[in-house]
């Protein structure tokens, strides 16, 4: 699974440590999440893209798309 | 969503203390380094191989409960090890906790039954009085590990 938060990271201008607080996680797992090695719930990549203001689509793809 | 119970993070360092006193204490057992703590107690079955003058069953009798204070505390603060929340408690480190219970279900059970096939007669006794506290401490090892090795994997911010 392919992730963009790294780059909604870098437009909203907020490190992976602030993302983990904002979203009650750990920093490593933003960190997990973001080289790939972790793919999230449902649940947190909801919270996740309304942090962002963004379809869950547009920070999550599979890797074929 | 509701998740599973977890004790909380404050019992985490009592219960590692209480955890590695006990386990010194479960280890000294063989070699007869134990009290004797000889208390009234009720019992559905007491009965001791080789001196069954002192059986009894569904009543009270004299019984030295040391092993059974160890055992206690043993596996209570094992558990409560295990599955205290951490400081910070997310999805992820559910998915370690779980992923160290598969680990430790399977490595306890395929020792074992190597174990079934290696050792017979008396000897196998010990085998299963090591297999009685084995999984919980499996469980702790696989979890703590898997944990520092998450952390350390993921501690440094990626910036490529």
């Known amino acids: 699974m392919k992730t963009k938060i790294k780059v909604f990271r870098a437009i909203h201008n907020i490190t992976q440590a602030e993302l983990a607080e904002k979203l009650d996680v750990t920093r490593q797992t933003i960190n997990a999440i973001e ?15 309304k942090m962002f203001n963004v379809t869950v689509n547009e920070i999550f793809q599979l890797d074929d798309e | 969503m509701k998740s599973i119970y977890l004790f909380p993070n404050k019992l985490k360092i009592p219960a590692l203390v209480i955890f590695i006193i006990s386990l010194t204490l479960v280890i ?39 092993n059974e204070l160890v055992d206690l505390l043993f596996f209570s603060s094992g558990i409560i090890l295990a599955f205290s929340k951490e400081k910070t408690e997310d999805e992820m480190i559910g998915l370690i906790r779980y992923k160290s219970i598969t680990n430790a279900t399977y490595f306890t059970f395929t020792l074992l039954i190597i174990s079934e096939f290696l050792v017979f007669g008396m000897p196998f006794v010990y085998i299963i009085m090591f297999f009685y506290y084995a999984f919980i401490l499996f469980l702790n090892i696989f979890y703590y590990t898997k944990l520092f090795i998450y952390k350390k994997q993921f501690s440094y911010e990626n910036e490529d």
Do not use: Q, T, W
């Open chain 1, 35 to 49: 080289a790939g090695k972790y793919a999230p719930s449902v649940e947190l990549a909801l919270r996740m893209s």
């Open chain 2, 28 to 66: 000294l057992i063989p070699f007869e380094i134990v009290y004797e703590l000889r208390v009234p107690v009720f019992a559905i079955a007491s009965d001791h191989f080789l001196s069954s003058e002192n059986s009894f069953y569904l009543s009270f009798g004299k019984e030295d409960i040391y």
